[in-house]
């Protein structure tokens, strides 16, 4: 009778925990997932007051840096030629 009685007890607790854990689940990973927002917002947040914009009543202009152009006759490498052998 005693192990027929742990063994419903053993069940109970499973089915108890799954239910809790289902119910609580999306809840934490919901505020696990505003925490993590809010420590980003911290942490970059004043790149977003630093940037480089410059506000003139209502136009915006954004300057950006001039990207260099690679130069592709540049040569990169030595080119290897390779035989099969059988």
Excluded at 28 to 34: P, Q
């Amino acid at each position: 009778m005693a192990v027929l009685q742990t063994i419903l007890i053993l069940i109970l607790v499973y089915y108890g925990l799954k239910l809790t854990l289902k119910w609580l689940a999306p809840r934490i990973l919901n505020y696990a997932a505003k925490k993590t927002q809010e420590r980003f917002q911290e942490q970059f947040g004043h790149y977003q007051n630093t940037s480089d914009t410059t506000d003139h009543g209502d136009a915006t202009t954004v300057k950006r840096k001039s990207h260099r152009k690679s130069n592709p006759s540049k040569k990169v490498g030595e080119y290897i030629d390779f035989e099969e052998i059988e």
